[in-house]
């Protein structure tokens, strides 16, 4: 069982940037996958980055080379480092966790945050 905590959403304007954290309860959350998902209102869950139990990482085409997924598994964190935003990224951001491989679906994480807003003004 893992419970994760999101923090560091907020407003920022266009070109600026942010760094959100997930923080996870546990002593297993180094061999979790972990992925950043973002929902605006309307729209559908949305993919953003993963990061796998050995450190890879993969990026969504709309977020690659703005965005930096990593995580710390001493502390427990998982983190996201958003940069150049755009008010497209306007969204509530998620961490999640499965076992085994990273996948772009959400339906295949197991454990989700509530949730951290991010709102990017023009």
């Known amino acids: 069982q893992v419970q994760l905590v999101e923090s560091g959403g907020g407003l920022v304007q266009a070109g600026g940037s942010l760094r959100l954290s997930c923080l996870a309860s546990?002593?297993?959350?180094?061999?979790?996958?972990m992925g950043w998902f973002r929902q605006a209102p309307g729209k559908e869950r949305e993919w953003v980055a993963s990061?796998?139990?050995?450190?890879?990482?993969y990026y969504g085409d709309s977020v690659k080379g703005r965005f930096t997924i990593s995580r710390d598994n001493a502390k427990n964190t998982l983190y996201l480092q958003m940069n150049s935003l755009k008010p497209e990224d306007t969204a509530v951001y998620y961490c999640?966790?499965?076992?085994?491989?990273?996948?772009?679906?959400?339906?295949?994480?197991?454990?989700w945050g509530q949730g951290t807003q991010v709102t990017v003004s023009s």
């Open positions: 546990g002593r297993t959350f180094s061999t979790y996958a």
């Open positions: 999640a966790a499965k076992s085994g491989w990273y996948s772009v679906n959400y339906k295949s994480y197991n454990y």
């Open positions: 990061i796998s139990s050995s450190g890879i990482t």
